[in-house]
T-cell receptor, first 116, second 113 residues
């Protein structure tokens, strides 16, 4: 069975510093995708970054980067130069499976609070 | 380009009442999904539609039905609401491509008394 684990229920970071949010996954599929979403207090789910299982380089999107370690089955999100607006819940998710549904499985999330 | 829209934004029901949550997307996506999010938890898949004309159960389908009305619209129906269905409901859609990023609607907050 596929599973996503986020072990940090909450984290603090000082404004302008970098922070790493942990995510480990479990799957027997060879082809899969890993996603990070941000959920601010307003409630919407905002797509941040994607990493495919066959991608050799770590994904980057602006201040977001994904530290993909396939052998360890980890896909940590790194946010550089934190901003107050980064305070939110962050969810790691995985897409995989042998059917064609491309369903997402979510972790329980990490609440990040950026201190001024 | 509105992306994914959901109606209503908020709803209060009494136990046993029925209602339909509406979702529409204007991104020409093939796949659509319904998730629920309970307090302190990630999203769990209720139902999905991989393409127009098909629907399949997700992780937590009991108590729900869905209809893929056309390529744009995917509705979720609660036939007899229960307090355990109090949650925030998200609709999402995605293109059948390599990346398969799912884009989410703003959510519907449902309270069942």
């Amino acid at each position: 069975a596929q599973k996503i684990t986020q072990t940090q229920p909450g984290m603090f970071v000082q404004e302008k510093e970098a922070v790493t949010l942990d995510c480990t996954y479990d799957t027997s599929d060879q082809s899969y995708g890993l996603f990070w979403y941000k959920q601010p207090s307003s409630g919407e789910m905002i797509f941040l970054i994607y990493q495919g299982s066959y991608d050799e380089q770590n994904a980057t999107e602006g201040r977001y980067s994904l530290n993909f370690q396939k052998a360890r089955k980890s896909a940590n999100l790194v946010i550089s130069a934190s901003q107050l607006g980064d305070s939110a819940m962050y969810f790691c998710a995985m897409r995989g499976g042998t059917d064609s549904s491309y369903k997402l499985i979510f972790g329980s999330g990490t609440r990040l609070l950026v201190r001024p | 380009n509105a992306g994914v829209t959901q109606t209503p934004k908020f709803q209060v029901l009494k136990t046993g009442q029925s209602m339909t949550l509406q979702c529409a997307q204007d991104m020409n996506h093939n796949s659509m999904y319904w998730y629920r999010q309970d307090p302190g938890m990630g999203l769990r898949l209720i139902y999905y539609s991989a393409s127009e004309g098909t629907t399949d159960k997700g992780e937590v389908p009991n108590g729900y039905n869905v209809s893929r009305l056309n390529k744009r619209e995917f509705s979720l129906r609660l036939e007899s609401a229960a307090p355990s269905q109090t949650s925030v409901y998200f609709c999402a859609s995605s293109w059948r491509g390599i990346q398969e990023t799912q884009y989410f609607g703003p959510g519907t907050r449902l309270l069942v008394l």
